[in-house]
């Protein structure tokens, strides 16, 4: 039996739906009607246009509030979850106990990309959204390359450090560039016979977990990924793998 979803406005299932845009007009009695007919064509019956305020010389931005007939059917949606389920700080910290060792993680935005906000946020102990990064885990050794560290450089540090996983950022999307640069780095390790001793991870803002195992990582985190969700992930998968049972995450 099929799962239908449909947007929840005023009561479930009701169909109602806020679009939000602007528009290069002026407000007005014309602007309105525009910003009426705008989200018409983009599927709402008989919207209401409840914000029209101008947000530069040229330009008025708009909220629009309308019902939408569409639906989905939740059933055939399929998604490459991630095999870590969410772990406190001390259930983190008792794995490494257990494993008896600091995990060492090495993490760079690699390539051109000169941006560090993400890499920064799960690896730094400031952290992100209310959590510290991995550097303020007791079990953790959290080591941050910066930005624009080429896969060559990344790899030879990883190998130095002794490396149980990496983290590879990548913001930067132009020309599918993140792509050819997170599969240059698996191409690397695989040709140098190290690949399989390191815990993969990529992440981004174009980077889902579908994504990144394609480009054979074991992981991948995209926009909004707390430092708790890396932490569990890696301690959970490092433990595995020391336990000498090789649980494949791409399952």
């Known amino acids: 039996m099929a799962k239908w979803l449909r947007a929840y406005g005023d009561r479930e299932g009701d169909g109602m739906v806020q679009m939000t845009f602007t528009l290069a007009i002026l407000p007005g009695d014309r602007a309105r009607e525009a910003a009426k007919r705008f989200a018409e064509a983009h599927g709402l019956k008989d919207p209401l246009i409840t914000t029209m305020e101008q947000c530069s010389q040229q330009h008025t931005y708009f909220v629009a509030y309308g019902h939408s007939a569409h639906q989905i059917d939740v059933d055939t949606i399929d998604v490459a979850e991630l095999a870590a389920k969410p772990l406190?700080?001390?259930?983190?910290?008792?794995?490494?106990?257990?494993?008896?060792?600091?995990?060492?993680?090495?993490?760079?935005?690699?390539?051109?990309?000169?941006?560090?906000?993400?890499?920064?946020?799960?690896?730094?102990?400031?952290?992100?959204?209310?959590?510290?990064?991995l550097e303020s885990y007791k079990c953790f050794d959290a080591h941050n390359l910066g930005a624009q560290v080429e896969n060559v450089e990344l790899a030879e540090r990883?190998?130095?450090?002794?490396?149980?996983?990496?983290?590879?950022?990548?913001?930067?999307?132009?020309?599918?560039?993140?792509?050819?640069?997170?599969?240059?780095?698996?191409?690397?390790?695989n040709k140098q016979g190290v690949r399989d001793k390191f815990l993969l991870l990529l992440g981004g803002p174009r980077i889902d977990n579908k994504l990144a195992l394609e480009l054979g990582y074991e992981?991948?985190?995209?926009?909004?990924?707390?430092?708790?969700?890396?932490?569990?992930f890696v301690a959970e998968e490092v433990l595995r793998r020391a336990r000498g049972k090789q649980v494949d995450p791409r399952r």
């Not at 993490?107 to 690896?123: E, Q």
């Open 88 to 133: 406190s700080r001390e259930q983190i910290e008792a794995m490494g106990k257990e494993l008896g060792r600091k995990i060492v993680v090495v993490g760079a935005c690699t390539g051109s990309d000169a941006h560090t906000v993400g890499i920064d946020a799960i690896l730094n102990y400031k952290g992100f959204a209310g959590e510290k990064g």
């Open 158 to 189: 990883a190998k130095a450090l002794g490396a149980d996983a990496i983290l590879v950022s990548q913001v930067i999307t132009q020309r599918n560039c993140h792509k050819e640069n997170a599969a240059a780095l698996i191409d690397l390790l």
């Open 219 to 232: 992981g991948g985190f995209g926009p909004g990924t707390k430092p708790s969700m890396v932490a569990a």
